[in-house]
């Protein structure tokens, strides 16, 4: 591929196909041009316009991305060994992408791969996207069904409660159970005794599994995780 595709395809599959043909290129190539720096600097000249036509598809369809910086820089580039006119003109169509879309997140300082905070692309989907409502019903979802798990595990802890302080009261009001065996030593009847029995089931009482909440307290990061859950199951 020698240009940046001016007509990119306005759709998902056409973004996935975009990301799919980067992957085997990449597979395909593997580190075959490692040890040749003119080569090498093909391959990722050649990987950088394949993303920025994927870029270019993603912000078609997702026009929130362009307002947060790419994770490369044109500077980035500038150790590449590039000899002919031709691909020094491809190397510049790239950079010249890469300076427009720093321009245009403006001093957001923010690329989508920041850690979830205020402002992350996830909360702003979340808040802002065409998604934001079937985003707030999955969150709404979410919060009904770890709401109605923890008053489960409240009904179960009450539960299994009342019984271990029941075994407790009985074993603490029985005793041991002797016998007198044939030449009149007394033993301790184990296999027949109620007490050590009821203790054994103390000693080993299932315990209850902590109920931890599906998503974070912080509100930023709730809404990134529904966000990115949502778009993973659609």
């Not at 912000?59 to 000899?83: A, G, W």
């Not at 009450?158 to 407790?168: H, I, L, P, Q």
């Not at 296999?191 to 974070?216: A, M, S, W, Y």
Request: hydrophobic share 35%; glycine share 4%; aromatic share 8%.
């Amino acid at each position: 591929m020698h240009t940046i595709c001016s007509k990119t395809p306005t759709s998902a599959a056409g973004c996935i196909q975009l990301a799919r043909a980067i992957a085997m290129y990449m597979d395909l190539v593997g580190n075959s041009y490692d040890l040749n720096p003119e080569q090498k600097s093909q391959m990722l000249l050649t990987i950088m316009e394949l993303w920025a036509a994927m870029d270019k598809t993603a912000i078609e369809l997702f026009p929130l991305l362009q307002e947060y910086e790419p994770v490369f820089s044109p500077s980035h580039f500038d150790i590449l060994q590039i000899s002919r006119l031709c691909d020094m003109h491809r190397l510049n169509t790239v950079r010249l992408y890469l300076k427009s879309r720093h321009e245009r997140a403006g001093a957001f300082g923010m690329n989508i791969f920041a850690n979830p905070a205020k402002g992350c692309f996830g909360e702003r989907y979340y808040n802002e996207s065409l998604d934001s409502y079937a985003l707030q019903k999955a969150h709404t979802k979410i919060e009904d069904a770890a709401k109605a798990a923890r008053e489960r595990k409240i009904q179960q802890w009450m539960t299994m409660s009342a019984e271990y302080e029941e075994k407790v009261k009985i074993s603490s009001q029985s005793t041991c159970l002797y016998r007198t065996d044939a030449n009149g030593q007394v033993r301790h009847n184990e296999r027949g005794c109620g007490k050590c029995t009821n203790q054994r089931q103390l000693d080993t009482f299932r315990k209850i599994r902590v109920q931890e909440h599906p998503l974070p307290a912080d509100e930023a990061e709730a809404k990134t995780v529904v966000s990115w859950q949502y778009n993973n199951i659609c």
